[in-house]
């Protein structure tokens, strides 16, 4: 089925006129037609759209053009402002916002031929690690547990782009990470997925979470398509004051990289007690894998660790209540009547955003407030600098840190619901690389006993996302995951 | 540091987000939660460490000081909830 090519393999077809571009977006419209209702991957699906892009790539194949993504079905995470196409990032403050322009990376994969399926669920404004704070419903994970049938979260918050590539509804997806949101959901869903250096892509026309933190990157089942779609994505942007102006490097080439003589670091700070046995296992036989491969493992330390979700809880927050302060009922978005201009704003905003979202604004507000501002946010911004520092530091030993990508693998719908801090525990080795900024790529590592898959996290140097690829495609090599989700393209329900 | 209902109805009201009474109290009790977890962060030393505002690790650019856009009222007002003309309309502030 053509669903269930790579984004490399389906480029590649193309190029050999094995199938047209229309034929390879019908394919995926279909199971996007036969899944979403279940797994509600998409908020928004833009067939017509997607039609005409196909059509475009067809002419386009036909005149002998060569683009890297001509033709290629994709989904966008519904966090990227997309010209003339409905865009909530979750929210019903959001839900008739229809941006009058494009964001930078979803105008660069356009540029580069790219077909947008439509626009996918994530957790409200990003903030989850469940997408269960979707104003538009939860999305189902296309895994389930063996001889269970009961709903499991595809974590988040890219948890609709995530689901929809591991069911074969697109090829890949862009999505955005603030603090593990493209690699634990790629966890959770067996596939892959990157959040490159912060910089790397432009932040300009998404919307803003927290803006020290975010960045966008790809999922997909291969990490070969990932470097494809992340070498389309970045770039240097003049509209993003924090956009780094550096040449992308052929991130699909450094796939094929050895691995040999690379120093690979096992930060011990990421060991605990509370370590399910499997994931343990599973991380000692990536280490084994990349020894094999002829790497050096190195113990290393990275002392901050363990404040690293804190401290994210006080920066992401700060910064989010001072994003989110746009949202007013006034210029775009929804708007509730009140009996006077306060009252409607309160009243905007007390409908428009979810519980979670209230609560981070709440809690940014507060550590902002005159008199805890340096008890919370200055100490925060201090102990950040240590968890950068504890990288820097680990960095002049070794080349790459290989740790699991989350504490557990995907979990029902509903648990953890009534716990904040126990759904913040998901983030736990996903945050510190955050703070840092520095790059993370999860690759799915194997099966846990129930039959659920489990990622691995390679972390690099800031921008040598290059060397991360290289051993993620190694591990990737090793671990020859080929395991298929119960839900997906052409299974019948 | 623990968090009263009346400090949780005087942040919302900075955060300009209505809550009623019985909704501030079991705010309280969620943001008392989470505070009290970032509590940790006071064992760590940060004597003499200069804060981190951002990831970036570079200076702030600059550009010239030039208009690049504008001239498009239609396009920037087109998702207002309520206008006046090429104006956003709000309700009366002054009597």
Redesign the interface.
């Known amino acids: 089925m053509l669903t269930d090519l790579s984004l490399a393999e389906a480029r590649d077809g193309l190029r050999r006129r094995d199938f047209s571009a229309v034929e390879l977006t019908e394919a995926h419209l279909d199971a996007v037609a036969a899944l979403n209702p279940r797994i509600n991957a998409f908020i928004t699906v833009s067939a017509d759209k997607a039609r005409a892009q196909a059509a475009a790539a067809d002419a386009a194949l036909a005149k002998g053009e060569d683009r890297p993504l001509l033709g290629l079905p994709l989904a966008i995470k519904d966090l990227f402002c997309t010209d003339g196409l409905r865009t909530t990032a979750g929210s019903r403050i959001l839900e ?3 941006p ?1 322009y494009e964001s930078t990376v979803t105008a660069n994969l356009l540029r580069d031929g790219a077909v947008f399926l439509g626009k996918a669920n994530m957790d409200e404004f990003a903030m989850g690690s469940s997408n269960m704070t979707s104003a538009f419903g939860p999305v189902q994970n296309p895994w389930t547990r063996r001889g269970d049938n009961r709903a499991l979260v595809p974590g988040g918050s890219s948890g609709g782009s995530c689901a929809a590539v591991a069911a074969r509804m697109a090829l890949g997806a862009t999505a955005t990470d603030t603090g593990g949101s493209i690699r634990q959901p790629a966890s959770f869903c067996g596939i892959a997925g990157i959040k490159p250096t ?2 790397r892509c432009s932040r300009w026309g998404i919307v803003a979470f927290a ?3 975010d960045q966008a990157g790809p999922v997909a089942r291969t990490v070969e398509d990932c470097a494809i779609l992340l070498g389309s994505m970045a770039g240097f942007d ?1 509209k993003d ?2 956009s ?2 550096r040449a992308v490097p052929d991130f699909a080439a450094a796939c094929r990289r050895s691995v040999r003589g690379l120093r690979i670091g096992v930060p011990r700070e990421y060991h605990s007690d509370n370590m399910p046995p499997e994931i343990e296992a599973m991380w000692q036989q990536g280490l084994a894998w990349l020894r094999d491969a002829g790497a050096e493992i190195v113990d290393v330390s990275l002392p ?1 660790t ?2 690293g979700l ?2 994210y ?2 920066v992401a927050p700060a910064e989010a ?1 001072s994003n989110l ?1 746009r949202y ?8 509730v ?2 009996e ?8 905007t ?2 409908e428009g ?1 979810g519980a979670e979202v ?2 981070r ?3 940014g ?2 550590v902002l ?1 005159a008199g ?1 501002y340096d ?2 946010y ?9 968890i ?1 520092r504890d990288f820097t530091d680990a960095y002049a030993q070794v080349d790459a840190l290989l740790t699991p990508t989350a504490p557990s693998a995907a979990f029902a719908q509903g648990d953890k619901m009534d ?3 126990a759904m913040y525990l998901n983030d736990v080795f996903t945050v510190p690389a ?4 520095v790059p993370g790529l999860s690759v799915p590592a194997g099966l846990d006993g129930q039959g659920l898959p489990l990622g691995l996290q390679v972390l690099g140097r ?1 921008f040598d996302e290059e060397t991360v690829f290289a051993v993620g495609a190694e591990l990737e090599r090793a671990a020859d995951f080929h395991h298929l989700p119960a839900i997906r393209a052409g299974v019948p329900a | 540091m623990s968090l009263d209902p009346a400090t949780v109805r005087r942040i919302a009201r900075l955060a300009r987000i209505h809550v009623g009474d019985t909704e501030a109290e079991q705010l309280a009790g969620e943001l008392n939660g989470i505070l009290g977890w970032i509590e940790q962060l006071n064992e760590v030393d940060v004597e003499g460490i200069d804060p981190l505002t951002g990831a970036a690790q570079m200076a702030m650019r600059l550009r010239p000081d030039t208009v690049t856009d504008g001239g498009i009222p239609e396009l920037v007002l087109g998702n207002a909830p309520d206008r006046a003309g090429t104006f956003y309309a709000v309700p009366k502030v002054v009597e």
């Open positions: 008739p916002f229809v009058p912060y910089g803006s020290s933190l003049p004051s924090t780094a102006d901050h363990k404040y804190a401290t809880y006080i209540s302060a007013d009922g006034v210029r775009f978005g929804r708007r009547e009140g006077d201009l306060t009252d409607m704003y309160e009243k905003r007390a955003f209230r609560r604004v709440m809690i507000t507060y407030s805890y008890a919370y200055l100490r925060a911004q201090k102990v950040r600098a240590l950068l716990d904040p801090v955050s703070m840092a900024g800031p």
